[in-house]
C-alpha cells in the first residue's frame, strides 16, 4: 500500500484509480512501456548503458512526477518527447532505427506510437481539468 506524500496517509490503488483520470492514467501507462522499451534499445540494441540510465532516471520521474499532478512535469515530459522526436528525425536516427530491421524496428515504431499517444492523451480535456485543480 502507498502512502500519501501531503500527509502520510494510506492509499490504496483503488483510491488512486478513483482519483487519476483514465485518460491520464493510460497516458502514464504508455509513457511508461515506451521508457522501458527506449531503454532497453539503448542498453542492448546500442549497447549505451550510460544513456540508457540518464534516460531512465530523468524521464521515469519526469512520468512520476507528471503522475503525482505536477502541470510542469506534464509539460516537459510532453516538450522533451516531441523535441527528442523532431531532433532524432532530422539527425537521422529514427529513420535509421525504423528501418534497421527486427526488433529494433519494431520497438522503435511502438515507442513513437506510445509516446505521441501519450502525449495526445495527456492534453484531452479530462486530462486538463484534472491538472488544472488545486491539490
Known sequence: ????????????????AAVVPRH??????????????????????????TIALVC?????????LAALRRNWARWTLVLVTLVSLVFNWLGGMLPFQLTYGGIISVGTALQVVLEL???????????????RRSV
Open 117 to 131: 499517444v501519450g502525449c495526445w492523451l495527456l492534453f484531452t480535456a479530462p486530462a486538463r481539468a484534472w491538472y
Open 1 to 16: 500500500m502507498a502512502r500519501d506524500l501531503r500527509q502520510g496517509l494510506p492509499v490504496s490503488a483503488q483510491d488512486l
Open 56 to 64: 531512465l532516471v530523468v524521464i521515469g520521474l519526469l512520468i512520476l
Open 24 to 49: 491520464v492514467a493510460i497516458a502514464v501507462a504508455s509513457f511508461s512501456v515506451a521508457l522501458a522499451i527506449g531503454v532497453a534499445i539503448l542498453y542492448f540494441g546500442w549497447v549505451l548503458p
